[in-house]
C-alpha cells in the first residue's frame, strides 16, 4: 500500500466566497481521515482513550497548488515523514490530490506535548506506509533520548 487515502466530492460547504476550496475544509477532511485511519490500522475502537493517550497538534500547514472547486473529486493521502523511536512526536503530510492526479493542497501536520503512545499505537505506526522521504526523528534537546 503506498498511503492511506480517502476519496471525497467538494461540496457547497467546503467553499469559500471566490469558489474555492476554504483552508478550513482542507484541515477537516485531514482529520476526517487521520480519524478513519483506525479501524483500517486494526486499531480497536476505544484503545486510545482506554489509554488515555491523545494526539496534540503543533500546528496546520497548508500549502495551495491548484484550485479545487464545487463538485471536483479529490484523494487525501496519509504517510509519515518523522517518527521518534518510542512514537512521541511524528509528521505527516496530507496529500490531497485533483482527480487527474496533481496535487492540490499540502497539509503538514505535527503533535506536541508527547505522551509514549503504548505498544498498540506502535504497532499502528509500524503498519502505516512510509513516504519516500521518510527518516526517523533525531533526538532533539528536551527530549529524553528514548522519545
Avoid at 12 to 35: F, P
Avoid at 54 to 75: C, I, P
Avoid at 97 to 119: F, N, Q
Wanted: net charge positive; charged share 25%; glycine share 8%.
Amino acid at each position: 500500500m503506498d498511503a492511506y487515502s480517502q476519496t471525497d466530492e467538494i461540496r457547497w460547504s467546503d467553499i469559500d466566497a471566490n469558489g474555492h476550496v476554504n483552508y478550513a475544509a482542507c484541515i477537516d477532511a485531514a482529520g476526517d481521515l487521520r480519524y478513519h485511519i483506525r479501524p483500517r490500522a486494526r486499531l480497536p475502537a476505544g484503545t486510545l482513550p482506554a489509554t488515555r493517550h491523545r494526539t496534540s497538534l503543533h500546528g496546520h500547514q497548508a500549502r495551495f497548488l491548484r484550485e479545487v472547486l464545487l463538485g471536483e473529486t479529490v484523494t487525501l493521502t496519509y504517510r509519515l515523514t518523522g517518527l521518534s523511536p518510542k512514537g512521541m512526536h511524528w509528521t505527516v503530510p496530507h496529500g490531497v490530490l485533483k482527480a487527474s492526479g496533481k496535487k492540490a493542497v499540502s497539509l503538514d501536520l505535527a503533535t506536541r506535548r508527547p505522551v509514549e503512545p503504548g505498544p498498540e499505537l506502535m504497532a499502528v505506526f509500524e503498519r502505516v506506509p512510509r513516504n519516500a522521504d521518510f527518516k526517523p526523528f533525531p533526538i532533539r534537546a528536551g527530549w529524553s533520548s528514548s522519545s
